[in-house]
């Protein structure tokens, strides 16, 4: 089956400056890979996705690239503000629409004021 | 309100017991899974099913069991809670590339 590797597990960064956050898939089927944010006691939320097919996508300060070849996927977070402190999950399946998806551990994004 | 509920929020049982986790939703979706979340797993999928009747094993099924007699319900049982039980479960279901997701059940095995 896929497995879904994210690094760091923790990320502590100024306000205003970037976070990335990185992920390695093993399932060279996986084409469809989202990204979910959680914050401090609440649901996971979808926040920005990627398909195959597209090297990079962008969605005001967040974006997230994707190269196929190596395997791997991340999220840029541009001009970080507080509220994009959470736990962040990436995630990996064989097709948009295929519901079953795997989950990266998380990375914990604390934003320092 | 239209949405994913889950219920009980929190709770708290001891070893050995049955525990039943309910999750309702009112969209109507096809699909609908659980999770549970652990400090350093992340989100790890349960059971997953895509319509009524109709369910399968995730990645780690071992001491749940699941049912779904209509398309919004989807209870999630603990058949003999154990401590390695003890978690926060999440119901979602999914319209065609996003999951989502309850509020969470805590859940503690005594």
């Known amino acids: 089956g896929e497995n879904v590797e994210q690094h760091p597990s923790t990320l502590s960064v100024q306000e205003g400056d970037s976070a990335v956050i990185k992920c390695t898939y093993s399932?060279?089927?996986?084409?469809?890979f989202p990204w979910y944010k959680q914050e401090l006691g609440k649901r996971p939320q979808l926040i920005i996705d990627?398909?195959?097919?597209?090297g990079e996508k962008k969605d005001q300060r967040i974006a997230v690239t994707l190269n196929k070849t190596a395997k791997h996927f991340s999220l840029h977070i541009t001009e970080t503000q507080p509220e994009d402190s959470a736990v962040y999950f990436c995630?990996?399946?064989?097709?948009?629409?295929?519901?079953?998806?795997?989950f990266g551990t998380g990375t914990r994004l604390t934003i320092i004021p | 309100d239209a949405g994913i509920t889950q219920s009980p929020r929190y709770k708290i049982t001891e070893t050995g017991r049955q525990v039943t986790l309910m999750c309702h939703q009112t969209?109507?979706?096809?699909?609908m899974f659980w999770y549970r979340q652990d400090l350093g797993h992340g989100l790890r999928l349960i059971y997953y099913?895509?319509?009524?009747?109709?369910?399968d094993k995730g990645e780690v099924p071992d001491g749940y069991v699941v049912s779904r007699s209509k398309t919004e319900n989807f209870p999630l049982t603990l058949e003999s809670a154990t401590r390695s039980q003890t978690s926060v479960y999440f119901c979602?279901?999914?319209?065609?590339?996003?999951?989502?997701f309850g509020e969470g059940s805590r859940l503690t095995v005594l």
């Open positions: 979602a279901s999914s319209f065609p590339g996003e999951l989502f």
């Open positions: 399932d060279s089927a996986s084409n469809y």
């Open positions: 990627i398909r195959s097919n597209v």
């Open positions: 995630a990996a399946s064989p097709d948009f629409g295929n519901e079953k998806l795997t």
């Open positions: 969209w109507s979706h096809s699909y």
């Open positions: 099913s895509a319509a009524a009747d109709i369910t």
